[in-house]
């Protein structure tokens, strides 16, 4: 079946500085996925950051950025200047317009320092 | 205001009892998820339900039941724990059991077996 891999466990970065958390993708059955990033900030519950679900195209929000490379099947997250609120784990996931479950990778802890 | 409720926040039980996790969404969705997290692992997929239905049920053990009485409830029966199973446990709710659509996480019910 389809899988999401996250290699980064853990990544720190300081404030102010470039981050780039790798999410690469296998997809098993015919047609495109959907991507996803979510995240869950300290004390607080998992929740969307973006979503793209063509492939190709890209997706913001809150500064970040994911692009659906399909020839690569990734889908990098990034954000050109990190701030102390950034710090949270982050998942990358993929859904198929089916009725299977979606996949989730393991998650990276970002942590920014001030 | 919480528009999914997980109840309780935290549990503690013995091996071998048995525990009903709560969940309740106030977002009118028609499809809920439960996920489980243990230490230091991968969110887990276990069930989906749309429109009070099983859709897709990823969890081997038949100690696991979800419980639909209501569109917006989907609980959690764990019987005969075991300490395995200590894990933290999210329920999710989407528009529709659709891949494109954005899950909304609870904020968890921590289980502790002992």
Redesign the interface.
């Known amino acids: 079946g389809d899988s999401v891999t996250q290699t980064e466990g853990q990544v720190t970065v300081s404030e102010s500085k470039s981050l780039i958390i790798n999410c690469t993708y296998s997809a098993t059955s015919i047609g495109y ?2 991507l ?1 990033w ?1 995240v869950r900030y300290p004390g ?5 950051l973006l ?1 793209v ?1 063509t492939a190709g195209q890209k997706g913001s929000s809150r500064g970040f950025e994911a692009t659906y490379n399909k020839e690569a099947t990734s889908f990098h997250l990034q954000k050109a200047s990190v701030q102390e609120s950034d710090s949270a784990v982050y ?1 990358c996931a993929l ?13 990276t802890k970002l942590s920014v320092k001030p | 205001d919480p528009k ?1 409720i997980q109840k309780p926040k935290y549990l503690v039980a013995v091996t071998g009892s048995e525990k009903i996790l709560i969940c309740e969404q106030y977002l009118g969705h028609n499809a809920m ?1 439960w ?1 489980r997290q243990s230490a230091k ?3 887990e ?1 276990m069930f ?1 339900y749309s429109y009070q239905k099983l ?2 049920n ?1 969890t081997a053990s038949s100690r696991f039941q979800p419980q639909s009485s209501k569109k917006n409830h989907l609980d959690l029966q764990i019987t005969a724990l075991k300490p395995d199973d200590s894990a933290t446990y ?1 329920c ?1 709710s989407s528009q529709d ?4 659509d ?7 019910t921590r289980l502790l077996v002992l």
Request: zero cysteines.
């Open positions: 996925p959907n996803f979510y607080e519950g998992l929740q969307l979503k679900i998942y859904s198929r317009n089916n009725n299977n479950a979606p996949r989730f990778g393991a998650g | 999914i998820y996920y692992k991968p969110l997929f989906s859709m897709d990823q999210f999710a059991h659709w891949g494109e954005t899950q909304y996480f609870g904020p968890g």
